[in-house]
Nanobody, 124 residues
Framework: HVQLVESGGGSVQAGGSLRLSCAVS????????MGWFRQAPGKEREGLAT???????AYADSMKGRFTISKDNAKNTLYLQMNSLKPEDTATYYC???????????????????WGQGTQVTVS
């Protein structure tokens, strides 16, 4: 049973930083994609960044330079470092993982099978 549990959300002033974590358990695929997404009220879920099992990362154009995705295999944890936060970054942030995946990771939510419950980020 795969579980993803996000943490690290909260309230921060504009210009501040947060680091989100996603603890993963029960996962067995050796080749996969993991990603961070967010969803603001009334908006569609937006893909922010992905990272594959080799550690290769990709970002939505709007996130480049401010957000960094990383993972610690020893801790089975995915991270999203968010800097220079803006009020428009306010949303619920989700981590997600694919099943076995071969090829380039995608930012589309439909490619991901396993999802966390989300963590709220509020920027004022």
């Amino acid at each position: 049973h795969v579980q993803l549990v996000e943490s690290g959300g909260g309230s921060v002033q504009a210009g501040g930083s947060l680091r989100l974590s996603c603890a993963v358990s029960g996962y067995t695929s050796s080749t996969y994609c993991m990603g961070w997404f967010r969803q603001a009220p009334g908006k569609e879920r937006e893909g922010l960044a992905t990272i594959d099992s080799d550690g290769d990362a990709a970002y939505a154009d709007s996130m480049k330079g401010r957000f960094t995705i990383s993972k610690d295999n020893a801790k089975n944890t995915l991270y999203l470092q968010m800097n220079s936060l803006k009020p428009e970054d306010t949303a619920t942030y989700y981590c997600a993982s694919t099943k076995l995946w071969i090829g380039v990771c995608r930012l589309g939510a439909s490619a991901y099978t396993y999802w966390g419950q989300g963590t709220q980020v509020t920027v004022s």
